[in-house]
Each structure stands twice: as structure tokens, then as C-alpha cells.
């Protein structure tokens, strides 16, 4: 497979916010400063994972740092440090896949981009009737704080959120994938093309352990969402009788309390199988995995950040 470069690309798409019925042009996420790219070995063409203050030059043929053998392994994975780009180990790591609800990062890093915290998002028919998993209770009439519908998007992974805040930002959910691969573009994500807000279902919807990476670290780079998806649980005031809404993260790594774990998403479909994103914060060092139809995503994450850990120290 050729190998694809990545990056995070700092420049805007597409100027405007999105706001109530009619479609809306979609901005893209702030620009981060950038270093020259550093390149770690000599390769065939550097891979690049940013954004952050100093992205640096990954080199797919250098030696792993670690070594893990899988009884299964996943059909793709990277271990590699958020902070300077180098890779620990890698499985496939250009293998083109399907990424099941992975997908809802970059519906998050777009609407964080265009959307107050405090903005109101009006719960449509499409929405409340979005397939598979969902955050459910959305009100008819009632409107909902965007920054609620973000829980709901990135803990329990609700599609209804998904599509309830796409709506928001551009008026449609069509418009707001156009916009996903605009910026996926903008991004050089050469592996991921988007054909949902959701991830739900696989067709055409599809990426690679490098451009994951990238997505996780950009992320983690928004405070808004860095916040979100490191939180284990929420109790958010909700517009439903009770007035609450109980949320859980779907994180296999925060709910078993691996020490450091500080997100990211999780996803699953039959085609995609069990896909995590995770990323831990240990020793003045933050490691970050990405497994693709992994049989065990908590098992085989714990192995390869244990002793990535171990190797860093």
C-alpha cells in the first residue's frame, strides 16, 4: 500500500457558524502553530501526527521500540507519543478500514469549531430516530445545550447527538459530512473518506491507525473536548422528567481505572468490529493507541501502553 502522509493542517475551510434550518457554511478548527517537521529515521516518505506546538516526522520502517505478540492481533494498531509524534509499534498502520463510531471525533473537533457551549440545539425527527446506539430521551420540543449533545456524542457514543448537532452546525446531516471531508482533507487524512456523522454504517466510511492518531491528538488539543472525553461519567441538567441526564463513557480503559487514561472514543460495528482510541498520561509522558477490529480492545491497549510506558522510562 502506498504509504499516506498525515497532518493536521491549520488552515480554515470554510468560514461561518451554523445556526437554526438552512444549511450553513462550516468553519474549521483553530489553527495550531507549527514547527518544521523533524523526521526520526530515514524512510520512504514521513508520516506525519499533529497538530501540537512541535509535530514531528514519523518514519514507518523504523524498528518498532516495543514488541507485543497477539495470540489475535488486531488488524490494525499505533502506539506512539502525543507529544512527539514517534511511534512505538505499529500493525498496518496505512491499512485502510472501517471505523464504526471512531467517526464522531471529527464531528466533535467541527462542532466545537462552530458552536457555543452554551448554544441551543433543536432535537429533529431524524435525530430522535437515528439507528443504533443513541443517548435516547431527546426531547420533541424542548431545546438541548450543545454542550449536553457533546457528552451525549462522545460518552455513550449517541447517534441521535450526532445527528441533532450536524444539524445544528449545517442544516443537514449531508451537509455536514461534505464538511467532515473537507477538513479531513484540509488535514491530509489521506486514509479517511466519511460518508456518515455517525460512523453507523461502514460503507465508504473508512480511515488508518496514522490518520486516528491525528484525530486523537487534535482532540485532545480542544480543552472543551479534552474535558469530555476524559470524564468517566456525567450528571448533566437535562430538559426530561427528572430534570437529569446520567451519562457513562463507553471508554474500556476509564471504566476499568487504568491509571493516567485521559480518552478518546470507542466504536463498533460487525464490519469494523471492536475499535478504540485511547490515549493515558503517565510520567511526564502521554502514549496514545489506535486498534482496529481488535478481539479485546482494554486487554491488548493495557499490553501495549504498559509497556510503552516502561520502554519511555
Not at 1 to 30: E, H, K, N
Not at 46 to 62: D, F, H, Q, S, Y
Not at 86 to 111: C, E, Y
Request: hydrophobic share 45%.
Amino acid at each position: 500500500m502506498r504509504v499516506r502522509a498525515t497532518a493536521i493542517a491549520a488552515a480554515a475551510l470554510i468560514a461561518g457558524c451554523g445556526s437554526g434550518s438552512a444549511p450553513l457554511p462550516v468553519q474549521a478548527p483553530p489553527a495550531q502553530p507549527k514547527a518544521p517537521a523533524e523526521p526520526i529515521q530515514a524512510a520512504n516518505g514521513p508520516i506525519v501526527i499533529g497538530p501540537g506546538p512541535t509535530p514531528l516526522a514519523v518514519r514507518l520502517e523504523a524498528a518498532d521500540v516495543i514488541s507485543v505478540p497477539f495470540h489475535r492481533p488486531p488488524r490494525a494498531g499505533l502506539l506512539f507519543d502525543l507529544d512527539t509524534g514517534r511511534v512505538l509499534w505499529r500493525r498496518n498502520p496505512t491499512r485502510i478500514l472501517p471505523i464504526a463510531s471512531l467517526t464522531k471525533m471529527m464531528t466533535a473537533l467541527l462542532v466545537v469549531a462552530n458552536g457555543r457551549p452554551e448554544a441551543r440545539v433543536r432535537i429533529t425527527k431524524e435525530a430522535r430516530q437515528a439507528p443504533g446506539s443513541r443517548v435516547g430521551l431527546l426531547p420533541k420540543k424542548k431545546p438541548v445545550r450543545l454542550e449536553s449533545l457533546l457528552y451525549g456524542l462522545l460518552l455513550p457514543s449517541g447517534n441521535d447527538a450526532a445527528h441533532a448537532l450536524a444539524q445544528k452546525v449545517s442544516g443537514s446531516s449531508r451537509a455536514f459530512v461534505t464538511a467532515m471531508n473537507a477538513h479531513a482533507q484540509g488535514m491530509n487524512l489521506g486514509c479517511t473518506h466519511f460518508t456518515s456523522v455517525d460512523g453507523f454504517v461502514d460503507a465508504g466510511n473508512h480511515s488508518c491507525a496514522i490518520d486516528l492518531a491525528a484525530l486523537a491528538r487534535a482532540v485532545l488539543d480542544q480543552p472543551r473536548l479534552a474535558r469530555i472525553v476524559g470524564s468517566r461519567s456525567v450528571v448533566l441538567r437535562f430538559p426530561t422528567k427528572g430534570g437529569k441526564l446520567y451519562l457513562f463513557n463507553n471508554n474500556p480503559l476509564l471504566r476499568t481505572g487504568y491509571a493516567g487514561t485521559i480518552g478518546v472514543k470507542t466504536g463498533y460495528t460487525d464490519a469494523a468490529g471492536h475499535c478504540l482510541v485511547a490515549a493515558v498520561r503517565r510520567h511526564g509522558h502521554r502514549l496514545g493507541v489506535v486498534l482496529l477490529h481488535s478481539p479485546d480492545t482494554n486487554v491488548q491497549a493495557r499490553k501495549l501502553l504498559s509497556r510503552g510506558f516502561r520502554a519511555l522510562r
